[in-house]
């Protein structure tokens, strides 16, 4: 069930004021359950005004605070529990009751409200034209009208997009989990290389090292790793895995002068990057075609320095004396551990997000809303 929270808020706050309304007429006469009504109104309207009011009312006072409306729909309870106690005179006694009695409400009302409001979920589809640059394009997802047909809430947001131009559904949250499982697999299955089997090269693996049978499984596909290549290890879901970072070394400088301007670099530290420009290398890049004249910048960290703009990256590391220049450090590939199996994949740093289904092309992505 999904009901918008603005329109259940605007209820409850009816039934809210008509509680107060019913106060007002029937409270001095005699009628001993008002504290059974107080206690309902107070509940209903301390959090949603909390949830409605408190970053407008309390950001000026406590700008950094992340639990406004909370802190404020606290107040307003508080003080109406005291506000009502006060005007009817009553006893400390009367004041536990009627706040002990609210306080059940805004729990019931938070667990409902859970239960019933908005996930805030959209799957949008968006469905390419043929003729489109994405057509020939082989970084997709392929998926069979079968595999289609395992997942309704997949199913139904591309059926909806192509066949009635909806593209924005709002799926069981359940379901487009199952289904968002399904599509991360068919992302990682579609990066798949090549396969090797030697136990010596998981061995090597876990001590970073790329074993000569791991480097030949690559070199003999044409997919060559520079003599710079290193192994980082990660895990996912309780699966070995691997990721191959690379770097290409383009040439070394050998310039005290220069060397001596680098040393006198500040080093970044906790995470503050202290930025400076130094024309004499920044020339030598441009010369060889790495850098345009524009804003570059260097930073440093012990030994090392990063030269950069917006578009390139590259790092300089003193080695032996030397200064080498190597590319940007590039995640280049993954290994996993799959079935007694080393499996080598395409790196990803997210699952694809375009499917192809029949002849037809579908780029899909979840949004939440607030």
Same mark, same amino acid.
């Given at each position: ?257 220069? &060397? #001596? ?5 500040? $080093?970044?530290?906790? !995470?503050?990057? /202290? +930025?400076?420009? %130094?024309? *004499? ?21 012990? &030994? #090392? ?5 917006? $578009?390139?990256?590259? !790092?300089?590391? /003193? +080695?032996?004396? %030397?200064? *080498? ?46």
């Amino acid at each position: 069930m999904v009901i918008n929270v603005e329109y259940l808020a605007a209820g409850l706050i009816a039934v809210a004021i008509s509680l107060l309304a019913v106060l007002a007429r029937y409270g001095n006469k005699g009628f001993r359950g008002d504290w059974l009504i107080a206690g309902v109104a107070i509940g209903i309207l301390s959090p949603i005004i909390g949830l409605l009011m408190g970053g407008p009312i309390l950001h000026f006072l406590y700008p950094d605070g992340p639990f406004a409306q909370l802190v404020l729909g606290l107040l307003i309870f508080i003080f109406s529990c005291i506000c009502y106690t006060y005007i009817k005179k009553e006893s400390s006694g009367f004041l536990l009751k009627i706040m002990v009695f609210s306080f059940a409400v805004v729990i019931f009302l938070a667990f409902a409200m859970s239960l019933t409001s908005d996930t805030g979920l959209n799957i949008i589809v968006e469905k390419i034209p043929v003729g489109s640059q994405i057509n020939g394009f082989d970084d997709y997802i392929n998926i069979t009208e079968k595999e289609l047909d395992a997942y309704p809430v997949l199913k139904k947001a591309i059926i909806e997009c192509r066949d009635l131009n909806n593209c924005n559904s709002r799926p069981n949250i359940e379901e487009w989990m199952i289904a968002r499982t399904f599509l991360e697999k068919k992302s990682h299955e579609s990066g798949y290389l090549f396969s090797i089997m030697d136990e010596s090269s998981e061995a090597d693996l876990n001590q970073g090292i790329l074993s000569p049978a791991l480097r030949n499984g690559f070199e003999s596909r044409g997919l060559l790793l520079s003599e710079n290549a290193f192994i980082s290890q990660a895990s996912y879901q309780e699966i070995n895995r691997w990721n191959i970072i690379d770097k290409m070394h383009l040439f070394d400088i050998k310039d005290t002068e220069l &060397e #001596n301007e680098l040393d006198k670099v500040e $080093i970044t530290y906790g !995470g503050v990057r /202290k +930025e400076t420009r %130094i024309p *004499k290398l920044e020339q030598i890049f441009t010369d060889r075609g790495l850098l345009s004249p524009e804003e570059n910048t260097i930073y440093r960290v012990p &030994e #090392n320095w990063i030269i950069f703009n917006d $578009i390139v990256e590259y !790092g300089i590391k /003193k +080695e032996n004396g %030397i200064l *080498k220049v190597y590319t940007k450090e590039k995640w280049t590939y993954e290994i996993w551990k799959e079935n007694g199996k080393l499996n080598i994949y395409k790196a990803r740093s997210y699952p694809l997000d375009i499917l192809k289904i029949a002849e037809n092309y579908y780029r899909i992505y979840q949004q939440w809303e607030d």
